[in-house]
Nanobody, 124 residues
Framework: QVQLVESGGGLVQAGGSLRLSCQVSGRSTFFSDMAWFRQAQGKEREFVAAAMWGGDKFYYADSVKGRFTASRDIAKRTVNLQMNSLKPEDTAVYFC?????????????????WGQGTQVTVSS
């Protein structure tokens, strides 16, 4: 079992920054692909970024490339998402998710474990 707890959401003006963090607990065999998803009101959940727990590999949606940076701290057991140059269209609930599969996936259906989500609101 894997437990994920997000933190760091909030309200920010367009152009501002936020840093999300996901605290991971449980057996490391259950998490390999650590991803961030987001879901705006009335829209489907979409992939944002991912960090592979076992190596320095990171993946990003085209919409956030160059603005968001994913990272992981193995000692602290956290996965982080630094979000810069935020736009109103980044407003959503952001979820941390974990998959035991060793190769990256970007579909929500491929992730077994989910955090409760944290709200990010970007005002114009």
């Amino acid at each position: 079992q894997v437990q994920l707890v997000e933190s760091g959401g909030g309200l920010v003006q367009a152009g501002g920054s936020l840093r999300l963090s996901c605290q991971v607990s449980g057996r490391s065999t259950f998490f390999s692909d650590m991803a961030w998803f987001r879901q705006a009101q009335g829209k489907e959940r979409e992939f944002v970024a991912a960090a592979m727990w076992g190596g320095d590999k990171f993946y990003y949606a085209d919409s956030v490339k160059g603005r968001f940076t994913a990272s992981r701290d193995i000692a602290k057991r956290t996965v982080n998402l630094q979000m810069n140059s935020l736009k109103p269209e980044d407003t959503a609930v952001y979820f941390c998710a974990a998959s035991p599969v060793g190769t990256h996936r970007s579909s929500p259906a491929d992730f077994r474990s989910w955090g409760q989500g944290t709200q990010v609101t970007v005002s114009s």
